[in-house]
């Protein structure tokens, strides 16, 4: 099983980044899959989810408006357009997927959102 996070850099604020979770050795269409992101200093943040055919979307508070999750199970990935980007978006992301009990994660990628 492979969860494999792209996408991830540094831009100003106000900008804005699109990232991929590539997925393998399991049946990613399947699996309700998430982005949760990890700031310096600070504990696991739950971003955004996506149900297995993609017609529900659910968000935080802090990104709603500005981020946009979507999939695509026919190339095994999930993505996530963040625009208008802030500072305080600054984290790594991960990409998650869980069907219970099952549940695995990706090793993240660095957005850094700084001037």
């Known amino acids: 099983v492979q969860l494999v996070e792209s996408g991830g850099g540094m831009v100003q604020p106000g900008g804005s980044l699109r990232l991929s979770c590539a997925a393998s050795g399991f049946t990613f269409s399947n699996y309700d899959m998430s982005w949760v992101r990890q700031a310096p200093g600070k504990g696991p943040e739950w971003v955004s989810s996506i149900n297995t055919a993609g017609g529900t979307t659910y968000y935080a508070t802090s990104v709603e408006g500005r981020f946009t999750i979507s999939r695509d199970n026919a190339k095994n990935t999930l993505y996530l357009q963040m625009n208008s980007l802030k500072p305080e978006d600054t984290a790594v992301y991960y990409c998650?997927?869980?069907?219970?009990?099952?549940?695995?994660w990706g090793k993240g990628t660095l957005v850094t959102v700084s001037s």
């Open positions: 998650n997927a869980n069907l219970f009990p099952m549940s695995y």
